[in-house]
């Protein structure tokens, strides 16, 4: 006797809610049984609160059999440590499935976030056999593949389902290996909300603006005073605009420090200041008591409140981060280039940018991070840039142009054959170079035995 146990995993309320409206929409199939496997993946898990614990959140988990901490099974190990080693793994999936009540028999399907970094990944590598469904609900799946998967694991994936965030993109997630995208019915998602928001019993605030708090100083893509004084600076943007109460909505790991800078700032700039509490999404209380704006820098938050519940929303200070991204293929990259595309600006210097221009813009920036894996985007990419006043220009910037050579930078542009030349002649070099220099430590080593 056969049947199928599906095996979900979540990271936070915000994702559970996306992927009870990929279930309630029909978007996986009738199964035996559906597991939700949660998982904290903070810095000290112990401390942090379980979102699955909370009981604004507990109709949503009617929608499972069962409800499983991954970060109790794998304990004392960390969700983002644990990397099993291939030896290891058959029996790791025996104890998964003893542990998750899956019958021997059954076959598994997965439904996984973020699988390019464990847990996704560890539990995809763990059901070596299962099929699975990458689920992306920020804008980051936009964006190209950080990391390379190998054949055992990208082949299994069926389709990457996404919220329909930005009209006119798709997906560049998991797209060079052939998978498609699907996207989440919105009026699923906006009937998940709806019923999350049913459940709070809280006053409405009447008019006010909301400042979605990020993680930026954590990530070191601002200094802790740079982050706070941007959202001081939005806190004065609402009071300019009119409101005269700003609630502020903390990341979770946000320092409290930040709560009394706004509201100091809120104080000198005559308005009122409220912290929320609750933490529910975003999106819930847009649902509950909708504001009349909502400021950020590059939360999903901005572009949920304007595609699905009609909020205006402005931002700040992408362009800083930007410039502050370690490597030019962070992945918090497309994030903050479409944000900074469709979202207005507190100090607008340019109307949000028309989808076909996201759509350049998209193409060559992907192309630009991960040239290796989009080898045929990269005519698509050479168009785009090629007019100097093109909106890609603006998130490229010229030493990486040159080193793809593409528009815009210092050295002659390649077609696709000359430029696939260009670059085996340069491994080959750096290869050389590589091998010449262990020689060298290596001779070095043995000399100073003697």
């Known amino acids: 006797m056969s049947g199928t146990t599906q095996v979900f995993e979540v990271s936070a309320a915000y994702q559970l809610m996306v992927l009870v409206a990929a279930v309630d929409s029909g978007a996986f199939p009738p199964a035996d049984r559906r597991i939700l496997l949660t998982s904290i993946t903070s810095a000290e898990p112990e401390a942090a609160r379980r979102f699955e614990r909370d009981p604004a959140l507990a109709a949503l988990l009617t929608r499972f059999d069962a409800v499983v901490s991954y970060n109790d099974l794998i304990a004392p190990l960390h969700p983002k440590g644990f990397r099993p080693r291939a030896d290891e793994l058959p029996l790791w999936e025996r104890a998964f499935r003893l542990a998750l009540g899956i019958p021997p028999e059954h076959q598994v399907e997965l439904a996984l976030e973020s699988i390019q970094t464990p847990p996704a990944r560890s539990i995809l590598a763990v059901f070596a056999t299962a099929s699975a469904t990458v689920y992306a609900e920020g804008l ?21 389902l996404h919220l329909d965030l930005v009209p006119g993109l798709s997906p560049m997630l998991l797209s060079e290996y052939g998978i498609p995208a699907e996207t989440i019915d919105a009026r699923a998602f906006r009937g998940v909300v709806a019923e999350l928001a049913a459940s709070r019993v809280r006053p409405r605030r009447g008019p006010h603006a909301l400042l979605l708090g990020q993680y930026l100083a954590p990530l070191r893509l601002l200094s802790a005073r740079e982050e706070s004084d941007l959202y001081a600076d939005l806190v004065d943007t609402a009071a300019r605009a009119g409101h005269d109460l700003v609630v502020y909505k903390p990341h979770p790991g946000a320092p409290p420090a930040y709560a009394d800078v706004l509201a100091a700032r809120a104080s000198r700039a005559g308005v009122r200041f409220e912290v929320e509490l609750d933490a529910v999404p975003a999106e819930v209380l847009y649902e509950t008591d909708p504001p009349a704006l909502v400021l950020g820098c590059f939360s999903t938050g901005l572009v949920t409140a304007t595609r699905f519940w009609g909020v205006p929303a402005v931002c700040a200070g992408t362009r800083a981060v930007l410039a502050s991204l370690p490597l030019f293929e962070d992945s918090n990259r497309i994030p903050l280039v479409l944000v900074d595309q469709v979202v207005p600006h507190v100090e607008p210097d340019r109307p949000p940018e028309p989808e076909a221009v996201r759509a350049d813009v998209l193409v060559a920036v992907g192309y630009a991070m991960q040239w290796r894996a989009h080898g045929a985007d990269r005519q698509r990419a050479v168009a785009a840039l090629q007019d100097p006043r093109a909106a890609a220009r603006r998130y490229v910037p010229d030493d990486r142009l ?40 290596r001779v070095g080593t043995l000399v100073g035995r003697r």
Not at 409 to 428: K, P, Y
């Open 402 to 441: 040159t080193l793809l050579r593409l528009p815009g930078g210092s050295g002659a542009v390649l077609d696709d054959a000359a430029f696939r030349r260009h670059i085996e002649r340069r491994d080959r070099r750096d290869e050389a170079r590589a091998l010449a220099g262990a020689a060298v430590r």
């Open 140 to 160: 980051m799946s936009y964006g190209p593949t950080r990391d390379a998967l190998p054949n055992r694991m990208w082949s299994r994936i069926d389709r990457v």
